[in-house]
């Protein structure tokens, strides 16, 4: 059973920072997409890192570029967000996902609506001062 747990979320004054960690069981990382999604009350969810696992060829959205890196440990099952310089603006829950069909592509297109078919529970990241 595929299964992944968001961690490490939290309260973060502004420009501070925060690692997220997508921990994955019942399947390994290998030729898998894996992303980093996020929602803001009111908002649609969106999109924010992608990763494809295969190559390591990540994306982001541009308003996180510079800021956020996606990286993986193969070696834990995890994939993780680290985000830095963190703005009141990015203040959401955030989700990771998965898919292995077609995971060249929807890593790249970094779409919620496209592609990832397993969903962790997740987690609250709040910027305020």
């Known amino acids: 059973q595929v299964q992944l747990v968001e961690s490490g979320g939290g309260l973060v004054q502004p420009g501070g920072s925060l690692r997220l960690s997508c921990a994955a069981s019942?399947?390994?990382?290998?030729?898998?997409?894996i992303g980093w999604f996020r929602q803001a009350p009111g908002k649609e969810r969106e999109g924010v890192s992608c990763?494809?696992?295969?190559?390591?060829?990540?994306y982001y959205v541009d308003s996180v570029k510079g800021r956020f890196a996606i990286s993986r440990d193969n070696t834990k099952n995890t994939v993780y967000l680290q985000m830095n310089s963190l703005k009141p603006e990015d203040t959401a829950v955030y989700y990771c996902?998965?898919?292995?069909?077609?995971?060249?592509?929807?890593?790249?297109?970094?779409?919620?609506?496209?592609?990832?078919?397993?969903w962790g529970q997740g987690i609250q990241v709040t910027v305020s001062s």
């Open positions: 019942g399947f390994t990382l290998d030729y898998y997409a």
């Open positions: 996902a998965a898919t292995n069909r077609g995971a060249t592509l929807y890593a790249m297109l970094c779409s919620p609506d496209k592609g990832f078919s397993s």
């Open positions: 990763i494809n696992t295969s190559n390591g060829n990540a």
